[in-house]
């Protein structure tokens, strides 16, 4: 039986309005991107780990480390803020097609998500295979005071609930458990990305009890994320930093 081929793509251009210089940004200790780097390559299952930027000083610091290919700079019009990430993820597939290399998935690992582990990518890996999907997303349990159930939208001039169930939900105990995209993972089938989609077919989902769960877009984020960095790192030490 041919097992499938997954290809860790790690986009990680230059510019950031949020964050200055996100990238390569000291966290810690480290440049951003060296976090997701790190656990690319702790994976046992990635094919292929490759980082698409538009960064010379990124893809310089990236090629240091053996096993993360870097073998294009991305072209201006897919490094804006507004570039579709469905057409990163294609350039990089067209790359490797057109160099004789082909992969049944791609593994998204935004470098913005730094707290992730490298079992994560292997169970989501694993369990994409097992069910045999198109697409996999990772999420988070939506904590009970933001769930939908209790959620009001402004319309017309009134508030209303944005979700109506039949009944009305008063206990928190009663809460149906809802999830949102955390924004660790994404894994799709090549065939599906060249439809321009990145979840969609056969959607599963790894639901990730990652307590340090990030997704670094603001200031504040960086901020947050300054605060619980090294109790991340003491916590995973044994398994990740000796």
Not at 37 to 60: N, V
Not at 204 to 218: G, M, P, S, V, Y
Request: proline fraction near 7%; include cysteine; charged fraction near 25%.
């Amino acid at each position: 039986m041919t097992h499938p081929t997954f290809l860790g793509l790690i986009p990680a251009r230059k510019g950031s309005k949020g964050i200055p210089n996100k990238n390569l940004k000291i966290l810690d200790d480290k440049p951003l991107v060296q976090y997701t780097i790190e656990t690319a390559l702790g994976s046992g299952r990635l094919d292929c780990i490759a980082l698409s930027t538009d960064g010379k000083k990124i893809m310089d610091f990236a090629s240091q480390f053996q096993g993360i290919e870097t073998p294009f700079l991305r072209p201006p019009e897919l490094a804006t803020d507004s570039s579709p990430a469905i057409d990163v993820i294609r350039h990089a597939i067209d790359y490797y097609e057109a160099a004789g290399r082909s992969f049944d998935y791609v593994v998204l690992l935004q470098p913005t998500s730094p707290f992730r582990m490298p079992d994560v990518i292997d169970s989501a890996i694993g369990q994409i295979v097992r069910v045999q999907a198109d697409s996999l997303v990772s999420l988070g349990k939506m904590p009970d005071r933001f769930n939908p159930y209790w959620a009001y939208e402004h319309s017309s001039g009134w508030f209303e609930r944005v979700m109506q169930p039949t009944n009305m939900i008063a206990r928190r105990q009663d809460l149906p458990d809802t999830y949102y995209r955390d924004g660790e993972i994404y894994i799709t089938r090549t065939s599906l990305i060249r439809k321009g989609q990145i979840t969609g077919g056969k959607v599963t989902a790894l639901i990730n009890e990652n307590q340090f769960a990030i997704n670094l877009d603001t200031m504040e984020d960086w901020v947050q994320a300054e605060q619980i960095v090294k109790q991340w790192k003491k916590i995973t030490n044994p398994m990740y930093w000796s």
